[in-house]
């Protein structure tokens, strides 16, 4: 039965439709058709909450996307620049990591693992070992307690040796 006869009732049906919908259309198609822009002018995250999200990155193997957190966290927190050195050593491009640890060791001059990190960046290349040296035994200096800054610096020296530098 259709219920179109006599003594049915009609139905209405409206659809809610509110004023401002075709000043938003209006205004959809007049600005051709893109979608609105947001700007974030505050980063929501602090720059330690960078760093850990920079770590947990590298530690699943994903370093571009921890250099860019290191980065956004490098802007307030100069430790940064030595997470920044260990993800371009990790990606095996020396000439960033060097740029890195020195960068850190410029803004923190402290900073033991900034001078560890350097000396076995050139360790590991075997390159300038006089220097790297150096930076071992300024790392050692800083942090006598750490064994492995102390075990950096006898590496270093028995390749100096055994290269007869």
Known sequence: ?????????RLRFRLPFPRFVPLLLCLFV???CSLPRFIILDDPLTPEEHINLGVAYERSGKLE????EYELASKRMPVAYLYLGN???QLNRPREAEKYYRKSIKK??????AYNNLAWLFY???DRLH???ALALKAVELDPAREDYRDTLNKIRELRAKNGL
């Open 1 to 9: 039965m259709r219920g179109d006869g006599e003594g049915s009732a």
């Open 30 to 32: 007049l600005s051709g």
């Open 65 to 68: 996307n921890a250099i860019k």
């Open 87 to 89: 993800a371009y050593q």
């Open 108 to 113: 923190a001059p402290a900073a033991a693992d």
């Open 124 to 126: 590991t290349g075997r």
């Open 131 to 133: 220097e790297a040296e």
